[in-house]
């Protein structure tokens, strides 16, 4: 079985500060990971993706990423937020298993106060 | 411009009666998808359509049933709708199947009274 786990539901902070989420997965294979960001009243939009290679991957918006295999692990970390940051942002992971489609974590909701 | 789209973006029913969500894409996908989103459930797979009339059941498939007659349109359906399935559903569609990206829609809220 596949899961992710994303240990904070909810994170505040002040814009022009770092952020960075967390992001566990579990998994026997080799993952497909996604970040994927959802702003109120809409749909999911894709921030970056990691297949292979380069462990550190750059997203839209100044977003990037980092894959460890060692830590089971997928942190999305940006450098200065905006105020327009704030969202729910999801992990996401996809097997070899095409069938079971994405898995999903439960999301963090970022807040940035000015 | 890439894009999925559903309607009705906001609907409201009455247990019993029958629903029907659609989903429609531009892109030529291959694969589509509906999930529903639950607080504290995250978005959970209800349906996959790999193709027109090429369908099968993702993790809580009971209670919907879906229908791909051609690639660019896919239907959720649900007979006789239950208080427990109001929810937020979403669509998606990717190229092909496991890792290529998924494009979602906007979401239909619906809620069953």
Known sequence: AQSVTQPDARVTVSEGAS???RCKYSYSGTPYLFWYVQYPRQGLQLLLKYYSGDPVVQGVNGFEAEFSKSNSSFHLR???VHWSDSAVYFCVLSGNNYAQGLTFGLGTRVSVFP | DMKVTQMPRYLIKRMGENV???CGQDMSHETMYW???DPGLGLQLIYISYDVDSNSEGDIPKGYRVSRKKREHFSLILDSAKTNQTSVYFCASSLSRGK???Y???GTRLLVL
């Open chain 2, 100 to 102: 290529d990206t998924q």
């Open chain 1, 78 to 80: 940006k450098a200065s």
């Open chain 2, 35 to 37: 999930y529903r989103q």
């Open chain 2, 20 to 22: 029907l969500l659609e």
């Open chain 1, 19 to 21: 952020l960075q989420l």
């Open chain 2, 104 to 106: 979602f829609g906007p």
